[in-house]
């Protein structure tokens, strides 16, 4: 009897004891000290996350403005978290409501695909919505006042595992405890400094507003890009150190292949000259316009400047270079250009001597003459919508038995024309009436005035923007793959990339392009990297 006695008794005291170590502060809601390191990960790097914390504590309103909660809720725009038990999170709360009847504040999590097209509503999200309580006298905030203060969140009773499709959103309109975001163009010192190691070693630049409400009373909702980010610290929990050191062995390994081939191509190609015909997709100001470069960049439109990115090295052709210790010969990035026709005027006239990919393909040398070693070609988006197309795709899909080759020649035929070579003596709708002529006859130039380059030619992603249907990007990749057959140049095949469809939002998001053709940094990134695996394919093993 005595014994059981006992045993009841320790029973209580075990009780206790867990009641004690499961109280407010690391309750759900609570706030975490530390989490078990062998089996958990944080998302932010550790410094990262510390500088980032020391800024928001300056209360500089400017570089962590106050989100707007009309345009709840605000999407971790990256694909880090699918698949991932989230048991933690860190945020900058900005402002603080009134208490719930149980006296507690309040925010709220989405579970939400990470799909452009799902993006566009709730009901095709999937979401799944967590409100999560926080005690305000646990973390010592004052309640209805604006705030500026990192707290740290246990999540663990939510038991929030995400799919592999699946990301996090933050925020409800009448959330009673709403954070700030981080203003990527920050330029008070500090944080300047923050953000340049944001962009550089993180490549998170947007988060995603406005996903679920709609805009202007639009049923179906819709989808606001912004450049600032949401400065919101996770942590991962994978069950048991040896799931979370299989995770760090795969990620390592894949870095390290990846740097092999880096170093390959940087050995090979170290000091080589790099020139670029590009539209909006691959401008950059004080690059692509810089006369002092080449005179021939006097009238180039740019997209790109600093305020998306540190400098020219995070363009995917400068971080090319930049890595691969090449130097820029000449970058011709012009916004808005076509491969067929020229530039356009205030008049929306077109002029055959501006952007015309014809006249720049003579025009890919410097000012001191060098030339260039290895050009990249990236055009064609703004032509798969215009009307100036040739037969040659239909050619191909009738070919029978005879080669790619052969029906390119026999197509070449209607295209060429007698010219001098030195000569503008080429104008579109006279001499030759399509872009995947204007294509063809500048890559014969490109390699009249240029023998000894090695020509690539990046083909076209289908993303949401209504620079060409799935259908005419299928058409222009099948014309750009037989013209690099013919020719002898090489694909670098983003269309068959990690790059799609259903996640360019990740890659190609600003606040001029929502729909994911042109690239963030991520996506610069990853074009890069398929560039530098395109070109260690070519190397001789």
Known sequence: MKTKLLCLLLAFLMLLSLAACNGEPDAPGGNVGSVDPSTTEHYLPEKLFADIQKEFEKKVISDFPTLSY???PFMICDDALAGKKIVQISLPVRKTGKVDADGKLRFTLHIVKNNFEALKSAKKAGVVTHEVKVDPVAYELEVNKIVSKYITV????????LAADQTLAIGAKDDTLQIASMNTRAVTSGTAKVIKTWREEWLVPSYLANLFTGKKGESEGGIYCSRNSLPVDFVFDYGTAEAKQAVVDARKAEEEAYNAKLKAVAEAYGGKYLSLIGDSISSFRGITDNVEHSSALINNRCYYSTTSMNDHTQMY??????ECNMELCVINGWSSSKVYGGGRDKNDKVD????NMLVRSTTLHNNQGQKPDVILLYMGINDVSSKHWSDLYDRLMARGNRTQREIVEEWLISVHYVYDNNKDQITPGSTYTSWEASYALSLERMQYNYPDAEIYMINLIRSHHGS???EKITKANTCLAALADY??????DQANNEVNYENCHLYGADEADPNGLHPNISGHAALTKLIVETIYEKLPK
């Open 70 to 72: 009309s345009n709840a």
């Open 154 to 161: 246990d999540l663990s009773a939510y038991n929030i595992q």
């Open 317 to 322: 052709w400068g971080r090319l270079a930049e």
């Open 352 to 355: 055959a001597t501006k952007d």
């Open 468 to 470: 060409g249907s799935e």
């Open 487 to 492: 020719y002898g140049a090489t694909i670098v």
